[in-house]
């Protein structure tokens, strides 16, 4: 059983698309995450979400929308898709937001091309 | 204003010696410092941790080091094994995990 899962792994778009990255967990965290690696191999927190309330937001562009339907749940919707969105895009969860030892469990990552 | 660096970005050891891994950082407001490994096609892994009032921290084959004074973290593996081969990150956070650009070990058998 995955722990954390994202669909789609990899995915080729046009400029100026819409596409939806969705995550899950199972393993009854508290807070997950969005985190982006870009050609530079950086890898950056986008957003943050505890029990489906926004804690985090890293000066993402807007055309960058999370939705957390529930707290195993944590989807990236983006709008109008810019050559520079191409990246791997990470899902994390974590037991706790505060407290904790800062250990993130991680997807497999979503790769997207923007062409 | 990247608050970690890793300025190797590969290295490459002898199975059965010892792999050093370098992290310096800016930030000293971190409660704790963290490795995590990466294979390719693969999420990374959370590796070995160190809260900022500890100095060192070992777990099997792993240590790993905070020097405070110096903003220096390094994680020492011995004795490397093929299967160590792959991406370390460095990270230090609070409520979120801030990233170096990472340093790919190739352990050579």
């Known amino acids: 059983d995955t722990a954390v899962s994202q669909t789609p792994k990899y995915l080729v778009t046009q400029m100026g698309n819409d596409k939806s990255i969705k995550c899950e967990q199972n393993l009854g965290h508290d807070t997950m995450y969005w985190y982006k690696q870009d050609s530079k191999k950086f890898l950056k927190i986008m957003f943050s979400y505890n029990n489906k309330e926004l804690i985090i937001n890293e000066t993402v562009p807007n055309r960058f929308s999370p939705k957390s339907p529930d707290k195993a749940h944590l989807n990236l919707h983006i709008n109008s898709l810019e050559l520079g969105d191409s990246a791997v895009y990470f899902c994390?969860?974590?037991?706790?937001?505060?407290?904790?030892?800062?250990?993130?469990?991680f997807g497999e990552g979503s790769r997207l091309t923007v062409l | 204003d990247q608050q970690v660096k890793q300025n190797s970005p590969s290295l490459s050891v002898q199975e059965g010696r010892i792999s050093i891994l370098n992290c310096d950082y800016t930030n000293s407001m971190f409660d704790y410092f963290l490795w995590y490994k990466k294979y390719p096609a693969e999420g990374p892994t959370f590796l070995i941790s160190?809260?900022?009032?500890?100095d060192k921290n070992e777990d099997g084959r792993f240590t790993v080091f905070l020097n405070k004074s110096a903003k220096h973290l390094s994680l020492h593996i011995v004795p490397s094994q093929p299967g160590d081969s792959a991406v370390y990150f460095c990270?230090?956070?609070?409520?979120?995990?801030?990233f170096g650009t990472g340093t790919r070990l190739t352990i050579i058998p």
């Open positions: 160190i809260s900022s009032i500890k």
């Open positions: 990270a230090f956070g609070n409520e979120k995990l801030t």
């Open positions: 994390a969860s974590s037991p706790t937001q505060r407290g904790n030892t800062g250990e993130l469990f």
